[in-house]
């Protein structure tokens, strides 16, 4: 009875110091606004909103976060709104009130971190800003040579952004902020030998964070997709129901695409992907594409109306898609090009890239 009884005590005592590890409390003070509704979201797992009353031009907010998550703090009839991370401890944050995006925190390394490598990226987030623009103009005057360049002027900014992460992390090994750049920048169109070296630098105690076993994993994914490797099987099914498997078309040329109906920069390269198609079908060559939808109506007229005569694939789940994990597919249109062993030869190549390669390849 007394080893039950201190076992409870135990589990209680390890209970507690838990949620004493997790909680957070945010202290705000707001100059010049007084009074009104403030909202707190958080972005973790799982999504969630809080309100809290401005009382005298202060407001809080406490509650239990496992590891640091973003946050965006707004205030009810203002269209602005502050961005930071929420971590445990106790986070101070302070401002006018008037514009929240002048709001500063303190108390945080996190957040410290953060300003940090943000004033690192303010170049390339005034580039992206003004490509936005010039995006959003291309799209209302349905300008397809100008969205076509801006899929060019995307990838730069990556590169120029990647390049700014990787001077990040080289000098600031020991912030969960470096781990946390690596994850949100090479989780797409990168390979292992390029984030290994990066995810390298970072101190043991980061490795071992959730972002740092994330990292790892994407790295882990990344090799079993590189080129020369024979990519992990998938087998979904078509439109019409039948399952198909990727290894069936082994002794073709075959190129795996990833794509969806609603995915503006996928319909635009479907033109060039009908091309080559039409161009090599004769020749050993094939498609496979894996849908990322989730309404096989509006994926059934997409292949329709782009007129794409190939083998086509989904589990309709969306981002969910299994190979989503297995393949590590983050953005789309993706693709790889595998030859006639199954093995992986090009990733990622579209327009005049893919339409070299198999010139190069098929003869």
Known sequence: MVQKALSILFLLTSIIAKASDSTYVIEGKLGDTKSGIIYLNIYGEEEKQESAKIVDGTFMFKGFVQQPVQAVLSIKGKQDYFTFYVEPGTIN??????????????????????????????????????????????????????????????????????????SFVKDYPHSLRSAMAIADNYVYY???????????????????????????????????????????????????????????????????DFWASWCGPCRRENP?????????????????????????DKWEKAIKDDS??????????GWKNATSDLYGIKAIPSNLLLNTDGRIIAKNIFGKKLSDKLAEVIR
Request: aromatic fraction near 8%; proline fraction near 3%; charge should be positive.
């Open 272 to 296: 060039n992907v009908v091309k080559v198609y039409n161009q090599y079908k004769d020749k050993g060559f094939d498609i496979f594409s894996v849908s990322y939808d989730t309404k096989k």
């Open 93 to 166: 944050i302070s401002g006018a009130g008037n514009s929240l995006k002048d709001l500063v925190v303190s108390g945080s390394s996190l957040n410290e971190d953060d300003k940090l490598f943000k004033q690192r990226l303010e170049p390339i987030t005034k580039w992206e800003d003004a490509e936005r623009k010039v995006y959003e103009q291309a799209v209302a005057t349905k300008n397809k040579i100008a969205l076509d360049s801006l899929d060019e002027v995307d990838i730069k900014i990556l590169q120029a952004k990647r390049k700014i992460v990787a």
């Open 190 to 256: 990168a390979e292992a030998d390029e984030v290994e070296p990066l995810y390298n630098l970072l101190n043991d105690n980061i490795k071992n964070t959730s972002k740092g076993k994330e990292i790892k994993k994407i790295i882990e994914v990344y090799k079993t997709v590189a080129i020369g490797m024979i990519p992990p099987d998938i087998a979904q099914t078509t439109p019409e129901g039948k399952l198909i498997n990727l290894s069936s078309l082994k002794g073709r040329y075959v190129l795996v």
């Open 308 to 317: 794409l005569n190939w083998y086509h694939v989904s589990d309709l789940k």
